[in-house]
């Protein structure tokens, strides 16, 4: 995942929603230091929010909306994960190809766990116990457990590997963004034992598991996929945002958000079995990541305003504009 992206994307849009009164809205905005960003999520346990800023780690206590930022510098994080009862985080670095385990609290580092090229994504499994660690650049994923801070394993899937979601029942589903398809994983018996092919989908990234009715569902670049899990049946392509990274699921209100890079956040219902795109919320640009918080429905995404770069620079975020929103579901009637 980069940060980069197209010159037209670095004006913010306007901040109001697109569809029908009572709808997704966006609620707040909660300002950050300065600096990039990239996988986000919610800890319901704590109340809190985790987010990954290039060089250090980022939190925000939900109830009072404090920010602690600095925590456990280092180079290209990619994705932070609360583990062990949320007394530490599990951290992927890009540069240095480990996993690092840190005090939640100090941001202290207790272990490092070498993985493969360039650590991506993360992702628990609970029916093993352990993390699942996506080599973008390696092609393979690296199983930690957590409770011994040990490597234990690895399976072998080849291609650019993006997130990953799991069953609970020992399957996982990891999205390879440059072969288009999604690589089917047995966890204990260390291999890959299916492939599901997404031919209209343009570089999956982000994808969710929806438990009720074994469903998948992968961004793409302009589109969402969902598709059976056990077939690989692709169920419908839905329109969503430009450039997307992250999918985020709401089982409670069987609900789905897709962010798009264009200040697009797609929302997708599968009531019925029968996915529907039922809302376009305009945000702002490079609102790539998302986390959902499943108690109260709301969605968090980062965004900066990108600058223009210096010849043979990236695009880098303008100071002063980073931010999270925070959109809110309709009042409960």
């Not at 990541?289 to 770069?309: C, I, N």
Request: net charge neutral.
């Amino acid at each position: 995942m980069k940060l980069a992206c197209a010159l037209a994307a670095l004006t913010l849009a306007a901040t109001a929603a697109s569809a029908a009164p009572g709808g997704y809205r966006i609620l707040d905005r909660i300002k950050g230091p300065d600096g990039g960003w990239d996988f986000v999520r919610v800890e319901p346990a704590h109340d809190r929010l985790w987010m990954t800023r290039g060089t250090s780690v980022m939190a925000v206590d939900l109830a009072s909306g404090k920010v602690t930022a600095g925590l456990a510098p280092g180079e290209r994080l990619h994705d932070v994960l609360p583990v062990n009862g949320g007394k530490e985080l599990l951290i992927t670095l890009g540069n240095a190809n480990t996993a690092i385990f840190v005090d939640a609290q100090t941001g202290a580092t207790l272990a490092s766990v070498p993985t493969g090229k360039n650590p991506d994504a993360v992702e628990f499994d609970p029916a093993s116990g352990l993390v699942l660690v996506m080599d973008h650049d390696g092609g393979d994923v690296v199983l930690i457990d957590p409770a011994t801070h040990k490597g234990v394993g690895q399976i072998q899937i080849g291609g650019g590997l993006e997130v990953a979601a799991v069953d609970g029942k020992g399957r996982a589903f990891v999205n390879v963004e440059d072969k288009n398809d999604t690589a089917v994983l047995d966890i204990k018996a260390r291999k890959v034992v299916g492939r599901i092919a997404l031919p209209g989908c343009d570089g999956p990234t982000g994808i969710a598991y929806v438990a009720k009715r074994n469903w998948l569902i992968a961004s793409c670049d302009g589109s969402t996929d969902v598709v059976d899990a056990g077939s690989g049946k692709l169920i419908k392509t839905l329109k969503s945002g430009k450039e997307a990274d992250g999918v985020g699921y709401d089982a409670r209100r069987e609900l789905a958000f897709v962010a798009g890079r264009d200040g697009t956040l797609t929302i997708i219902s599968l009531k019925g079995g029968k996915p529907t795109v039922v809302q376009v919320l305009k945000t702002e640009a490079n609102n790539r990541t998302l986390a959902v918080d499943p108690r109260s429905g709301r969605v968090y995404l980062p965004v900066a305003q990108l600058a223009a770069p210096a010849p043979g620079q990236k695009l880098a975020p303008v100071p002063g504009t980073f931010h999270v929103l925070v959109v809110g579901p309709p009042a409960a009637k």
